[in-house]
């Protein structure tokens, strides 16, 4: 698990590529300090486990899935990537939770100044994961734990201050270019619960007795989804 607070910008050195599978080697400095076989590392918001290491560098395989789902790709030797390692559980959590699980990608659609900030519009190449974007919700892009300003039916922006576009390489990309994007967590595992009725849906409150659905008390009367009167007195819902 990451938390979006990228730690340093690495170049990539080597890239090799064989179908939609890669080994991919990036120099770096800083999460190399404490680096270990088998390790997780971030690159764009991506985990890849660490495979080979030396004190500058370290080597990552990519699988075809996260080949085709990523914009690791589009890599090539001397570029830049952003870096963060596993998450300490002794540390700061400074972002919000980031699995370095990618969602899709979206194209940067406009980039503009507004003060002192960076004003970023985004369309994923995904339209489904709009439904998990919100407006003042988190959403990590290249691994930069980032907040929603806007959020329409085919983009979104964000809205990046100084020392972010300095500390990552959100400061390289212009219109045309390509980020991860992953989604908040949260949203993704509720619609999980929905589809298999753990959760009740709105259609349903009128089955789940004194549960709260919103501000409306439904009637009482047992549950469809596994949910009873007992189970809701046992959380607090008596």
Known sequence: MFTGIIEEIGR???VYKQG???KLTVGATKVTEDVRLGDSIAV???CLTVVAFDSA???ADVMPETFRQTNLRHLSAGDRVNLERAMALNGRFGGHIV???VDTTARVVSRRAEQNAVVFRLEPADAGVMKYIVPRGSIALDGISLTVVEAGDRTFTVSIIPHTLEQTILQDRQPGDTVNVECDLLGKYVERL???GVIPSETDVSAVGPFMAGNRRAAPG???NGITEQFLAEH???
Do not use: I
């Open 236 to 238: 607090g819902f008596g």
């Open 44 to 46: 764009n918001g991506v």
């Open 222 to 224: 047992p549950g469809r």
């Open 57 to 59: 560098s370290f080597t």
């Open 99 to 101: 699995q370095g699980h």
């Open 194 to 196: 929905l589809a298999f």
């Open 12 to 14: 990539v050195r080597r």
């Open 20 to 22: 939609e599978s890669m």
